[in-house]
């Protein structure tokens, strides 16, 4: 069995494979994509993947509100899966504040350079302030 932050590892890859489909005009069945990653049926990664899917026009619209001198669209898709995945876990799920910032921060460690992990540890730190507290 998976931990967490392998499980949202996983999350990342489904993500950043159905970023290139979408870019490449290809079709995909998501459970098919799951299912490639995880030999098993887990509830965990599904409902963070559709989840992700579901909200991305306004995850996308809260990271562009909080990046300085970004925008979303500019990072690699691996950034904006790792970005996503933080502000879903923040605003959409009762995963702990720093729980989901530092799971993003060491997947970015893991696939980014130092410069885009201190970027996404920013913009989560500045999302948790400003959006969790008008909640």
């Given at each position: ?10 999350v ?5 494979q159905?970023?290139i ?6 079709t995909?069945?998501?459970d098919d ?5 995880m030999?098993i049926?887990?509830?965990?990664v599904k409902d963070?993947?559709?989840g ?6 306004n995850?996308?619209k ?5 990046l300085?001198?970004?925008q ?5 898709k691996?950034d ?5 995945i933080?502000i879903?876990?923040?605003?959409y799920t009762n ?14 460690k ?20 400003e ?5």
């Amino acid at each position: 069995m998976k931990n967490r932050s392998e499980l949202r590892e996983i999350v990342m890859k489904i993500l950043y494979q159905i970023a290139i489909y979408q870019e490449s005009d290809i079709t995909y069945n998501l459970d098919d994509l799951i299912k490639e990653q995880m030999e098993i049926d887990n509830s965990f990664v599904k409902d963070l993947v559709t989840g992700i899917i579901r909200e991305k026009s306004n995850l996308q619209k809260i990271a562009n509100r909080y990046l300085i001198n970004w925008q979303i669209e500019r990072l690699n898709k691996v950034d904006q899966a790792i970005l996503n995945i933080g502000i879903y876990e923040l605003l959409y799920t009762n995963t702990p504040s720093i729980v989901a910032i530092n799971e993003a921060i060491e997947l970015s460690k893991k696939y980014s350079d130092e410069k885009v992990s201190k970027m996404i540890n920013a913009t989560l730190d500045k999302i948790f302030h400003e959006e969790k507290d008008h909640e």
